[in-house]
């Protein structure tokens, strides 16, 4: 069946350094894919979105591009803030099936 | 500018307890559904609903219920906690349903409501 597959965390990183949480994903369609955020005591807030392959969603500095090839759907900031600590959900969702999430990245940034 | 909003937001029970989970959206989507999110594991789906009067299982439905009062409204139920349910629930909503995901469909979450069975 479908599944998702995230980094293990938990990333620590230092204010203005360079993001990375890796999602590769197995599904037997063409998934839309989907990162979400959840900052602490919240629920999960969509970031970014991608329908198609080779599309890049992008938000709030965050940017992920469909990789069919590659099965892949990889989260990149160029330079992290301290209130970019939160979990970070890889999900995809099929036309005939329900949405599934990865297991979440907790991302800590210090000043 | 509400949302999804869940009560309680906290709420510890005794093994075989019931309870009900409260969840209401504004925003006149079709689609309701109620998640589980435990360490390691993600979020998983308990129940949805494609509109009122409609429920079909999720990936975990055992030990749980489910009513769509109307179209605003989706609660959850507990009739004999355990403690394997110990969790953060979370109520959510999307305009299309779930079989819609290919086309883009977004989920809108609730802020979560932390269960302790003890």
């Known amino acids: 069946g479908d599944s998702v597959t995230q980094m293990e965390g938990p990333v620590t990183l230092s204010e203005e350094a360079f993001l990375t949480i890796n999602c590769t994903y197995t599904a037997t369609g063409y998934p839309s894919l989907f990162w979400y955020v959840q900052y602490p005591g919240e629920g999960l807030q969509l970031l970014l979105k991608a329908t198609k392959a080779d599309d890049k969603g992008s938000n709030k500095g965050f940017e992920a591009t469909y990789r069919k090839e590659t099965t892949s759907f990889h989260l990149e900031k160029g330079s992290v803030q301290v209130s970019d600590s939160a979990v970070y959900f890889c999900a995809l969702s099929e036309y005939w099936g329900d949405m599934r999430f990865g297991a979440g990245t907790r991302l800590t940034v210090k000043p | 500018n509400a949302g999804v909003t869940q009560t309680p937001k906290f709420q510890v029970l005794k093994t075989g307890q019931s309870m009900t989970l409260q969840c209401a959206q504004d925003?006149?989507?079709?689609?309701m559904y109620w998640y589980r999110q435990d360490p390691g594991m993600g979020l998983r789906l308990i129940y949805y609903s494609a509109s009122e009067g409609t429920t079909d299982k999720g990936e975990v439905p055992n030990g749980y219920n489910v009513s769509r009062l109307n179209k605003r409204e989706f609660s959850l139920r507990l009739e004999s906690a355990a403690p394997s349910q110990t969790s953060v629930y979370f109520c959510?909503?999307?305009?299309?349903?779930?079989?819609?995901?290919?086309?883009?469909?977004?989920?809108?979450f609730g802020e979560g409501s932390w269960l302790t069975v003890v």
């Open positions: 959510a909503s999307s305009e299309g349903n779930r079989g819609y995901g290919g086309s883009g469909n977004t989920i809108y």
């Open positions: 925003m006149n989507h079709n689609s």
